[in-house]
């Protein structure tokens, strides 16, 4: 019973998450967007580390060799990089929420795979 409970919950959130993610595009796909050479950057300084540490444990080179192209992209297009904008109110409303989701999905793996 927990583990039809913990497949159905996982769903909801993917669904939830695929819904999020679909709305952002077409949002996207309105407007002309730069991308953020500075964020990408700042990927590849975060996951650098993570494909280290899982290469080293599940041999799984993957988070590695992104973040090695997320660093490169980043730093190749360094005189692009903008100044940082301070979101407004609403957009932070949904930061935090988005975080929050994450974090729960996140307990929510580790309380599964790790007992």
């Given amino acids: 019973m927990n583990t039809n409970l913990s497949v159905d919950l996982f769903l909801v959130v993917g669904l939830i998450i695929v819904g999020l993610a679909i709305v952002f595009y077409s949002k996207l ?3 002309k967007v730069k991308p953020n050479y500075r964020l990408f950057f700042i990927f590849g300084t975060t996951w650098v580390p993570l494909g280290i540490v899982f290469y080293i444990n599940t041999e799984n080179i993957g988070f590695l060799i992104m973040g090695v192209l997320f660093l490169i992209i980043g730093l190749i297009n360094k ?3 903008e100044e940082t904008v301070i979101p407004s109110p609403q957009k932070r409303k ?13 307990m ?5 795979y790790l007992k």
């Fill in 79 to 81: 005189d692009k990089w």
């Fill in 94 to 106: 949904l930061l935090i929420g988005l975080t929050l989701v994450g974090l729960l999905v996140f």
């Fill in 29 to 31: 796909k309105n407007e």
């Fill in 108 to 112: 929510i793996f580790l309380l599964k």
